[in-house]
C-alpha cells in the first residue's frame, strides 16, 4: 500500500465510520426520501454529516487523548477509532479546516444561521474536548454535552426545508444519544480508570450504569409504543432490553471480540433502524 492511501486509511480510520450512522441518523430524521432525495442540496448535506462532520469532532477527541487511547484495547480500527500518537495527529487542524472551510463557506451562501448551527457544533466540542477544563471527564457533565449531537435536527431541517419534529422527537433521539454514550463509557471503563479520567460510568460503578442504560431503553421503547406507535422498532428496543437484562447478571467484562460483535450488531441496527424510520417517516 503507498504512503499516501495508507495516509487517507488512517484519516478515514480517525473519523469513525464505525460511528457515522449517528450523525446520519439526525441528519436524516428531518427529511423525506420521497422529497429530498431529488434535490442536490439533501446529498451536500449527507456528505457533509459523514467524513467531514466525524473527523471533526473524532479528530478532536484523538488530539486531547493520545495517552488514553494508547492503552485502549478497542482503539485502532474503523470501527471506534485510530490509536494514533500526537506525531500523526499533528497536521489533523489543518487538514480538517481543509476539509470544512467549501462546507463553511456553503453554509454562509446558502443561509447564514446554518452557519450558527455549525459554529454551535463546533463549540459544543470545544466544550467537551477542553484539555484541563473540558466536559468528557467531568461527570455528569459530559452526558449534557453529548446532547449537542441534536443540533445536527434543525441545520437538516432547515438545509432541506423541511418540517422541524415535534418535541417527542427530540427526546427520543435525546435517550439515544444518552444511552449510546454511556454504553461506549462501560466498554471503556478499564482505560479510563488507568488514565485517571473521570466519566459517570465509574462516578456510577458497571452495574448501576447498566441500570441507567436499561432505563433510558425502556424509556425509549415506551415513547416508540404510546407515541408515535412505530411497533417494529418498539420491539427491536425491548428486545434489546432483554439482552441487556442477561448481560447484566452474566457479563462483567468486555474484550475485543465482545467490542467487535458489538460494533457490527450497532451498525446493523443503527441503518435498518435508520432505513425503516426514514421510509415509513414514523418518528417525525
Known amino acids: 500500500m503507498s504512503r499516501f492511501f495508507k495516509q487517507l486509511r488512517f484519516w478515514l480510520m480517525v473519523s469513525r465510520p464505525g460511528l457515522w450512522f449517528q450523525t446520519v441518523w439526525l441528519y436524516l430524521l428531518p427529511t423525506s426520501p420521497h422529497e429530498q432525495t431529488g434535490n442536490a442540496l439533501f446529498w451536500v448535506g449527507f456528505v457533509f454529516v459523514t467524513f467531514p462532520l466525524n473527523f ?13 487511547d494508547a492503552i485502549n484495547p478497542r482503539k485502532g480500527n474503523f470501527w471506534f477509532g485510530a490509536q494514533a500518537t500526537e506525531n500523526e495527529l499533528k ?7 481543509s476539509v470544512l472551510a467549501p462546507f463553511v463557506l456553503f453554509w454562509l451562501w446558502l443561509d447564514r444561521l446554518l452557519l450558527v448551527y455549525f459554529t454551535l457544533i463546533v463549540l ?4 467537551y474536548n477542553g484539555r484541563s477544563w ?8 459530559e452526558l449534557i454535552n453529548v446532547l449537542g449531537y441534536l443540533v445536527l435536527i434543525p441545520f437538516s431541517a432547515l438545509l432541506n426545508q423541511s418540517q422541524n ?3 417527542a422527537t ?6 439515544f444519544c444518552l444511552q449510546a454514550h ?9 482505560p479510563d480508570k488507568q488514565a485517571n479520567r473521570h466519566t459517570t460510568a465509574l462516578l456510577l460503578g458497571q452495574r448501576a450504569t447498566k441500570i441507567l442504560i436499561m432505563i433510558l431503553i425502556a424509556s425509549e421503547s415506551w415513547l416508540l409504543f404510546h407515541h408515535f406507535q412505530e411497533w417494529l422498532l ?7 432490553l432483554v439482552w441487556l437484562v442477561f448481560d447484566f447478571f452474566y457479563f462483567q467484562r468486555y474484550g475485543a471480540r465482545e467490542h467487535k460483535l458489538f460494533a457490527y450488531a450497532m451498525n446493523l441496527f443503527g441503518y435498518a433502524s435508520i432505513a425503516w424510520v426514514w421510509w415509513q417517516q414514523s418518528l417525525t
Open 56 to 68: 471533526l469532532v473524532y479528530g478532536w477527541n484523538d488530539r486531547v487523548d493520545v495517552d488514553l
Open 91 to 97: 497536521n489533523w487542524p489543518i487538514l480538517c479546516a
Open 124 to 127: 459544543v466540542n470545544a466544550l
Open 134 to 141: 473540558g466536559w468528557r471527564s467531568k461527570p455528569p457533565l
Open 165 to 167: 419534529p415535534a418535541f
Open 170 to 175: 427530540y427526546l427520543y433521539l435525546g435517550l
Open 182 to 190: 454511556l454504553m461506549g463509557e462501560i466498554m471503556d471503563m478499564e
Open 234 to 240: 418498539g420491539w427491536f428496543l425491548a428486545a434489546g
